[in-house]
């Protein structure tokens, strides 16, 4: 986890410009680096890290003596880095996993090098020989990357929209800040200026195929074939890599636990596998909630399981209503769900930063877009509906869940590892037919639950359990977090301003007060940049006017069933 940031063709004193790459800080509590590109006096470098791998020579922009014109800044872990470097016989300057996109890169050129990339990662690369700039970001947008770009060829990138808000340039028009799409690339031209222009993008990978680099990785057992038993062994054995090659640290390694099944999954793996590996130290468990809240008695009985070292974070209401600014401040969204799901990790963050050691934070994302998880899939008109709605949640991660789980980690320094999001994984997974992976018997995620069946993994109530509203899971049986957090805002949005919401906010106007109470907050922060959130996450099939599950008629939290 870091941050970048940098800037091409800039009209103004960079001295001025680098104070706002200050606003990312939080992502790179370790070091900071301002570097300029020397012969382009208006292109610079920011970088604030966060050290995981190479405490020696991390530091960014990365350059190689090999390629003294290539200058490298990534945010992201490349763990397929050693494999590669062995099979094509790279001679490296450092134990840095990104040294391999330079390489990559230099062997092969910009498409193939991102393709052949297996991990995480945003990068802006700067080939000064070619005069060629290049922005790419992994396939699902677990890394953050935003790009601003003016008419007149100023171009400026950073992990954070945050970071370029206030970037000034001489064009009386306001510039536009979009996420880069995940999947793809992006080159341009640098003048001699420093201006860049945009010559093409283009898409290197989609989460539908297969990926390229899935060929220098042979693992033993993979079946062939949609025969039950053949699938449910290669579930488990691609899922095992997928928390495998995301050991690569050099800083302590912990895990999100809700007591739910994906959590489970990969605290468990991730501690089998610690413990085969001979890690030095206990994996730290991390649930948050109230003393009687479901997931924290769940997540009790998987820590016990499992055998980790598990921390409970005591959440109150009125600790998660203190919260909601800051926390709407870093995922610079106002979509209703994810600013309700990302105050509990936003908190838990908090916790593991101030009072543990653990710095890389695996989670369980992207299991319930995958697996179609969301308690609405098992209204689907057909199998081949929820396969395609699958695909396009997706598609959509870098939106909502993975902008949660990235934003309020990196709020406090933290690196986190996504298993489930495994692009390999999620080929296979999404390659199988539509009829195996929809919900069987009233169960979603059955084939998932069932590959792991009888493994002894994790409880076989905690394999079984049904998913829970994130707002429901983790406060008190007598009184959610969402009810608290709907009181809070009755006291605080009245009934005539949410009557005039369309006129205020014509574009994704809110159409509750707790929308409206959100869209406020964010408006005072980012003003004018509601394109941010291009559409509300909703649920499909059914007729929702608020995302969460637990205002669905099939919705059954634990306390009812």
Known sequence: MCGIWALFGSDECLAVQCTKAMKIAHRGPDAFRFENVNGFTNCCFGFHRLAIVDQLYGMQPLRV???????????????????????????????????????????????????????????????????????????????????????????????????????????????????????????????????????????????????????????????????????????????????????????????????????????ATLVKLAKEEQLPYPIQTFAIGSDDSPDVIAARKVAAHIGSEHHEVNFTPEEGIRALDEVIFHLESYDITTVRASVGMYLISKYIREKTDSIVIFSGEGSDELTQGYIYFHKAPSPKAGAEDSVRLLKELYLFDVLRADRTTAAHGLELRVPFLDHRFTAYYLSLPAEMRAPTDGVEKYLLRESFKGMNLIPDEILWRRKEAFSDGITSLKKSWYTSLQEHIESEVNDSQLAKADKLFPFNPPKTKEGFYIRQVFEKMYPGRSEWTPHYWMPRWIKATDPSARTLSIYKPDKDQ
Request: hydrophobic share 40%; with cysteine.
């Open 65 to 267: 003596k090999k390629f003294p014109y290539l200058w490298l800044c990534y945010n992201g872990e490349i763990y397929n880095h050693i494999r590669l470097k062995d099979h094509y016989d790279f001679e490296y300057q450092t134990k840095v996993d990104g040294e391999i996109l330079l390489h990559l890169y230099d062997r092969f050129g910009i498409e193939k090098m991102a393709s052949l990339l297996d991990g995480v990662f945003a990068f802006i690369l700067l080939d000064t020989a070619n005069r060629k700039v290049f922005l790419g970001r992994d396939t699902y947008g677990v890394r953050p990357l935003f790009k601003l770009l003016t008419d007149d060829g100023f171009l400026a990138a950073c992990s954070e929209a945050k970071g370029l808000t206030e970037i000034t340039h001489s064009l009386s028009t306001p510039a536009k800040i979009t996420p880069f799409p995940p999947g793809y690339f992006e080159v341009f031209d640098l003048k001699l200026t420093g201006k860049v222009k945009s010559v093409m993008i283009d898409r290197f990978h989609c989460c539908t195929d297969e990926p390229k680099h899935a060929s220098y990785n042979i693992l033993q057992g993979l079946g062939t074939g949609f025969e039950l038993e053949t699938v449910k062994s290669n579930i488990r054995i691609l899922f095992e890599d997928a928390v495998k090659k995301r050991l690569m640290a050099h800083r302590r390694i912990g895990c999100l636990l809700s007591g739910g099944l994906d959590s489970s999954l990969v605290a």
